[in-house]
């Protein structure tokens, strides 16, 4: 994002607390990750349970991602429409990133409503920022909003449309 912006130094890599809390996150996920499969595979429901956790986890930084890249776009000075693109793939890149690391589909490019909440809630940022009406208040709010919308596509299996062959028509 910040390079998007032309932020140089990148504060993800300039801020020691932030290289800090990334290599402690590295090195407790790789400590635990055999403890983690071990319970997994003598007891499916934790699995399950920690799934879960990770899906809730993944949808709280998904929220707080957007409205911060979009907010440090604006400050910026960038257009809305750049700081709308700036918010989603802000949002959306650490999720595609942790996909890409375990091997997996980035849920982004399955059927997944992953992206839209997040531009949703980037492009409501923008709204607010251009009548005068982002505050702290309203911040946190567009950040619960993209949450909500993104566990309620969870939990009600919600999906965005494909297009469909012409054998399936």
Not at 61 to 89: H, R
Request: positive net charge; hydrophobic residues 55%.
């Amino acid at each position: 994002r910040d390079l998007l912006l032309g932020a140089t130094p990148p504060v993800g890599i300039s801020d020691w607390r932030l290289v800090s809390a990334g290599l402690v996150a590295g090195v407790v996920v790789f400590a635990c990750y055999g403890r983690f499969r071990a319970v997994a595979a003598r007891r499916p429901r934790r699995a399950g349970m920690l799934t879960s956790l990770v899906t809730v986890l993944d949808a709280v930084g998904l929220s707080v991602f957007a409205v911060a890249g979009v907010v440090k776009a604006l400050q910026f000075g960038s257009p809305w429409l750049a700081a709308i693109v700036v918010g989603g793939v802000t949002a959306i890149g650490g999720g595609v990133i942790r996909d890409l690391l375990a091997g997996e589909i980035p849920e982004v490019l399955q059927r997944e409503l992953y992206a839209v909440p997040a531009v949703a809630g980037a492009a409501l940022v923008v709204g607010l920022d251009a009548l005068g009406r982002l505050n702290a208040w309203t911040t946190w709010l567009c950040v619960l909003l993209i949450f909500v919308t993104r566990m309620t596509a969870v939990a009600l299996d919600l999906h965005m449309p494909t297009r469909t062959s012409r054998s399936q028509r």
